[in-house]
């Protein structure tokens, strides 16, 4: 059997290489799907995507499948059983951010769309890129600072820059897997399939 080549970064922790294999970098426009992927990117902050993925099934049980509608709705007792809960991330301003972001989620919806909104940013199509080395791979990019500084002034919270381009990486906005790997033509496919990790 050949080994497939694979970006670095997923090392070969299964999860990551899983999440690698049928997530990362697949475009997609499921509103809900893309509100998952902005929150959790927001809780990666100052922690490795690794933490954040072996916690991503209880976050989705607590959290009401990220659904926007209901996240939006949150009151004081669910952030104080969201903070006892060692299956999430018990950090009180990511946990209120998720919050408000749903809150402000809900309102590019009425005001056009927030899927729409977000795919703009790359004007409603997936970029290509052909990275040889993951050294070329850059942490922000001109479009990344675009979407960060629309969202702050809409009221986002924990949407840098940094964290603005590893979500358009997440959610196929941007095709950065290395030429190298097996996934990189594979992602922009017009067939191809996002399988979510649990």
């Known amino acids: 059997m050949v080994k497939k080549t694979r970006c670095t970064w997923c090392g070969d922790d299964p999860l990551y290489v899983r999440y690698h294999d049928v997530e990362w970098g697949v475009p997609t426009r499921e509103r809900n799907a893309l509100f998952e992927l902005l929150a959790l990117e927001g809780m990666q902050a100052g922690l490795s995507w690794i933490t954040v993925l072996r916690k991503r099934r209880h976050l989705r049980g607590a959290m009401f499948a990220f659904c926007p509608e209901t996240v939006a709705r949150l009151g004081a007792r669910d952030r104080s059983r969201l903070l006892a809960d060692p299956g999430v991330i018990r950090h009180r301003g990511k946990l209120d951010a998720v ?51 629309a969202l702050k002034q809409k009221g986002f919270k924990f949407v840098g820059p940094t964290i603005c381009y590893a979500f358009m990486q997440a959610s196929g906005m941007v095709n950065d897997h290395l030429t190298s790997c097996f996934r990189h033509p594979q992602v922009g496919a017009p067939d191809a399939k996002r399988c979510v990790v649990a």
């Open 99 to 149: 919050q408000i972001n749903a809150e402000r989620f809900l309102e590019l919806d009425r005001d056009g769309g927030a899927v729409e909104f977000l795919w703009s940013f790359v004007g409603d199509r997936p970029i290509v890129n052909r990275w040889r080395a993951s050294k070329q791979i850059p942490a922000i990019t001109p479009a990344a600072e675009a979407m960060s500084r």
